[in-house]
């Protein structure tokens, strides 16, 4: 079973920037991607970013603000996330897939 820590997280203001980090116990297998899903309050959990060996791909509300990379042991990946707007406000979720494995969640507050 995978663990995954997660690190970063907080309250910031409109217009900030924010970073979030997950790191894996064990490495991860090659056909699957690692990276951040969040959870708004009362709708359903969307795509954030994730990354694999060869490709990353943004969800639409983040594309063009934020940035997702893997450090070289690959185990912890890394999410940037610029220019933030209270529409940001979520929790957000490290996770493997499709092995299907969650870090605990992180609270990210955006005020205006």
């Known amino acids: 079973q995978v663990q995954l820590v997660e690190s970063g997280g907080g309250s910031v203001r409109a217009g900030e920037s924010l970073s979030l980090s997950c790191t894996a116990s064990?490495?991860?297998?090659?056909?699957?991607?690692i990276g951040w899903y969040r959870q708004i309050p009362g709708a359903q959990l969307e795509l954030v970013a994730v990354i694999n060996d060869t490709d990353s791909v943004y969800g639409a509300p983040v594309k063009g603000r934020s940035s997702i990379s893997r450090d070289k042991t690959k185990k912890t990946v890394h999410l940037q996330m610029n220019n933030l707007r209270p529409d940001d406000t979520a929790d957000y979720y490290c996770?493997?897939?499709?092995?299907?494995?969650w870090g605990q969640g992180s609270q990210v507050t955006v005020s205006s």
């Open positions: 064990e490495n991860i297998p090659s056909n699957n991607v």
């Open positions: 996770s493997v897939k499709p092995m299907n494995y």
